[in-house]
């Protein structure tokens, strides 16, 4: 599990369960890793202003990960970690490898 | 004291800074960190830390997380992924606005806003970061076995990820600008040992290209300014890095020809009052461990400083 203050998807039943749950929905999927943590930590800080949106991360290693990995929107991805934002459970954006704080709430905003 | 009133404010929360705001706060003095991303500053860029004086092998995240704890637990504010938008050195009292409407002030100053990555500036780098460009090998070389990749620059870095990448790349292709390499001597016989990697040398990268994902890479050579492209699958980019000081161009704070700030042996620069540590500053070591050096004798001079008002 990562070690994050975000929620965790941890299976793909989870995944579906909250993509049909949930209107605005961002799920950063990657490693403990020196590209990924910046992103964590910058939603960790956006999930406080952005009340209309779950904020979650999953693990990239763990098999039911292949729902973000085989997206077709992740199609080409070669850098961690892979975030995707969901709008009534589908993909309006993907972004691939580190993203800061600004570059993040920007999407959030155009798309939520 | 009101709320937005510090002794110091402390801009840049990696090991200079938090190690500055430890030594500060912990001697009473009231202290702020801002930083304008992550906790950690390039720490946290780092797997795996090995070589930090007293702490077994550790990962940079950890290491950060304990700096930050430690800044905390002597009573540390500290303000993280903030938008800086001014700040006003000049004068007794200093003041720091971030987010264009939050006004802090403060008796000094510590500078202590670290460094990044270069990038090559070329065309398609940015388009395919992520999509076959990367600057983390730890964090990204899986995506590339049996693959042939490029890693572009001459520094332990590039030498010794072109080593590690091997693990996963079929071919690695080291482009270095000169025709020698800057390494560690061992990087460099590591590297020429290893049956996967092949060198250009005196070659600039010119162009990325590719249509979804990177496809190939355009190559000058400086020597013959005679153009070849390569068909690859990835590029590993490390060359250097340079000091996040872009805020202070045009500001009262001297700064040397490659906009690194400038500091007397008190680690105060040109404004009386304002500090500066760690990788921000003109130097020729940047480690953690120089970096805490820093922090520390700043942020006692800039105690020695508040006091003496």
Partial sequence: ?112 | MESNQYDVIVIGAGPAGLTAGIYSSRAKIKTLIIDTGTIGGQMILTFEIANYPGVESTTGYQLAKTMKNQAKSFGCDILSNVRLTDVEFDGKIKSVTINEKDKYTAKAIIWATGGRSRMLNVPGEKKFKGRGISYCATCDGDFFQDKEIVVIGGGNSALEEAVALTKYASKVTIIHEFDHFQAFEHAVLEAKKNPKISFIMESHVQEFTGNTSLEKVRIKNLKTSKITEMSIDGAFIFVGYEANNDFLKDKEIKLNDWNEVVVNSNYQTSVEGVFAAGDALAKRYRQITTAVADGTIAALNAIEYINRK
Avoid: W
């Avoid at chain 1, 077709?72 to 993909?91: A, D, I």
């Fill in chain 1, 1 to 112: 599990m990562l070690q994050t203050n975000l929620k965790h998807v941890e299976s793909e039943a989870q995944y579906s369960e909250i993509l049909q749950n949930n209107e605005n929905v961002i799920i950063c999927c990657g490693r403990m890793g020196p590209m990924c943590v910046p992103v964590y930590d910058a939603m960790e800080d956006l999930e406080k202003e952005y009340t209309n949106v779950k904020f979650y991360d999953m693990e990239f290693d763990i098999p039911d990960a292949h729902v973000i990995r085989n997206l077709p929107e992740c199609r080409g991805f070669m850098g961690l970690p892979f975030t995707v934002y969901y709008k009534n459970g589908k993909v309006v954006t993907a972004t691939t490898s580190i993203q800061n704080y600004e570059q993040i709430k920007e999407i959030l905003e155009r798309e939520f």
